[in-house]
């Protein structure tokens, strides 16, 4: 028997991802197979097919978030049986603890690492994480990444509270997660965007403040006017170079910028002083532990939060899945269904 995936390859459209196919794999001594429901995709799969020397050349299977079922438990595997609802954590190695160098090479999807975008995958038993059971395949297949990325950032590190006020980039995964996040801790959600249809969108979710910043270009000027030259909490700072400058002169005193995004590129310089005069910190955050995902996940059930899901693609239009996150069009999470 044959299961279907696909690898980033070159074509002549540049590297895309292209259907293929391999045997079914067994299960190995305490690890779990996991025949995988759906996937969805990220700002990261867009930057590795920039970098086909660094994934294309391997032919890689990409893609590092889904769900799915236990189709199989390796030997010594106690903890699982077939048929349990799981999610995928964006590192195989991260379990809990302090995070170390070495686990990048464990994320799932990158140049070390095959990723998910397949129908079955195996996993190390003690990494593998439950399904929200008020989650759909597709929705639960959102969170590996995004979610956890925004928990971290949040709560984790930011410590978010009631009353703070939190500063969002855009209205991609990420961000969204975080307002949402944000909302159920009753903080108060600043988002910026170029779309005022996605503005409004953002605000039935409970955004309290709306900045267009292609009308408002100086948008740091307008969150210090609306928070009465305070200030924010919390930047989510997902833009890089051309966003970091207003972002610390958005924050507040004492406040957190939580370093995540290169959608403008890589390499900002960070006004030093400003970080120093404000009592400011700032955080670079880079996905989760599976810890981290198990908190985000009682928190997710307790407050009955659904992920926002833009689209959902066939998984043999996997491809034009990629095409919809590049045209930047979405709102919230892209998915794959892989059981189509």
């Known amino acids: 028997m044959h299961m279907r995936l696909y690898r980033l390859k070159h074509t002549e459209n540049g590297v895309r991802p292209v259907l293929d196919e391999a045997p079914d794999p067994s299960p190995v001594p305490d690890e779990v197979l996991v025949k995988i429901q759906a996937a969805s995709l990220n700002y990261r799969d867009l930057l590795l097919l920039g970098d086909p020397a660094m994934t294309a050349a391997a032919g890689r299977v990409p893609l590092s978030d889904a769900a799915g079922l236990v189709a199989a438990v390796g030997k010594g595997v106690a903890d699982w049986k077939e048929g349990d609802p799981v999610c995928i954590p964006f590192f195989r190695d991260w379990i809990g603890g302090i995070f170390r160098n070495d686990y990048m090479r464990s994320a799932f999807g990158g140049p070390n690492t095959e990723g998910v975008l397949q129908d079955y995958v195996s996993v190390p038993a003690g990494s593998l994480i439950a399904k929200p059971v008020h989650l759909s395949f597709e929705e639960a297949a959102t969170l590996p990444c995004a979610a956890v990325t925004a928990w971290q950032a949040l709560m984790v590190r930011g410590h978010l509270r009631k009353g703070d006020t939190v500063l969002v980039q855009g209205t991609g995964g990420v961000a969204l997660f975080a307002l949402q996040f944000a909302v159920a801790r009753e903080a108060q959600v600043i988002i910026i965007s170029s779309s005022d249809e996605k503005l409004s969108r953002a605000r039935k979710l409970g955004a309290s403040e709306l900045i267009n910043y292609v009308r408002t270009p100086d948008w ?3 969150v210090n006017t609306v928070t009465h030259g305070d200030g924010v909490s919390h930047v989510l700072e997902l833009g890089g170079p051309e966003t970091y400058p207003r972002s610390i002169k958005s924050i507040g005193a004492g406040g957190h910028i939580a370093q995540i995004g290169v959608l403008t590129g890589f390499g900002p310089r960070p006004d030093i002083d400003r970080i120093r005069s404000t009592n400011a910190s700032i955080d670079g955050i880079t996905v989760g532990s599976g810890d981290h995902f198990r908190e985000m996940n009682a928190f997710l059930t307790q407050q009955e939060i659904h992920p926002v899901i ?20 979405h709102f919230g999470k892209i998915v794959v269904n892989v059981s189509s």
Do not use: K, T, W
């Open 220 to 222: 740091d000027e307008a």
């Open 310 to 329: 833009d689209r959902i693609f066939p998984f043999e239009q996997a491809g034009e899945a990629y095409d919809y996150l590049q045209s930047a069009n």
